[in-house]
């Protein structure tokens, strides 16, 4: 996550599988939310940040009841403007869901704020296991443009002018 994001979970958690299992890059540890539906994650940005694709790590197979069926995105500002944008239901996951985030005119969005909630499990399960979150943003890389760097005048510059 860009410009270090802030991660809060409003839920209690079990020592061990709290907010470091969901960022710590490996797929045999979990994030465990327990209690009642639904269960959320929100992530705060200290500026306004573009977001272009959410990656959500789970695993039916290991998790079962506990895994997700099917999840909200919700972006804004704070927690009072939260706009639903995207509903995902989830089929046994096998791994890595990937959920493009774009406006009405498919671009990437600005937020501060993003919220992913846990409306429903399989099998009816109570409590959530999350395995990774990854949350992308653009890269805005315009290159540089070759013609603003003038003419290469000593012979050492025009030996590398060209590219063979």
Same mark, same amino acid.
């Given at each position: 996550m860009?410009f270090?994001?802030f991660?809060?979970?409003?839920?209690?958690?079990?020592?061990?599988?709290?907010?470091?299992? #969901?960022?710590?890059d490996?797929?045999?540890?979990?994030?465990?939310?327990?209690?009642? #539906?639904p269960?959320?994650?929100?992530?705060?940005?200290?500026?306004k940040?573009?977001?272009?694709?959410?990656y959500i790590?789970?695993d039916?197979k #290991?998790?079962?009841s506990?895994t997700?069926?099917r999840?909200?995105?919700?972006?804004g500002?704070h927690?009072n403007?939260?706009q639903?944008?995207e509903v995902?239901?989830?089929?046994?996951?096998?791994?890595?869901?990937?959920?493009?985030?774009?406006d009405?005119?498919?671009?990437?969005?600005?937020?501060?704020m993003?919220?992913?909630?846990?409306?429903?499990?399989?099998?009816?399960?109570r409590?959530?296991?999350?395995r990774?979150?990854?949350?992308?943003?653009p890269?805005?890389?315009?290159?540089i443009?070759?013609? #603003?760097?003038?003419?290469f005048?000593?012979?050492?510059?025009q030996?590398?002018?060209?590219?063979?």
């Amino acid at each position: 996550m860009r410009f270090g994001a802030f991660l809060l979970v409003n839920l209690a958690f079990l020592k061990g599988f709290g907010v470091d299992q #969901l960022r710590d890059d490996r797929a045999d540890t979990y994030w465990q939310s327990d209690g009642q #539906l639904p269960h959320l994650v929100n992530i705060q940005f200290q500026r306004k940040t573009t977001i272009s694709d959410i990656y959500i790590y789970t695993d039916y197979k #290991l998790d079962e009841s506990y895994t997700p069926s099917r999840i909200s995105i919700r972006v804004g500002t704070h927690f009072n403007d939260l706009q639903e944008i995207e509903v995902v239901p989830l089929v046994e996951p096998p791994g890595w869901v990937h959920v493009p985030i774009r406006d009405i005119r498919d671009r990437p969005i600005r937020v501060f704020m993003i919220q992913i909630a846990v409306t429903s499990n399989h099998q009816n399960g109570r409590d959530t296991h999350m395995r990774q979150i990854k949350i992308h943003s653009p890269i805005d890389n315009p290159g540089i443009r070759i013609d #603003l760097l003038g003419t290469f005048s000593t012979v050492e510059f025009q030996q590398h002018a060209t590219i063979r």
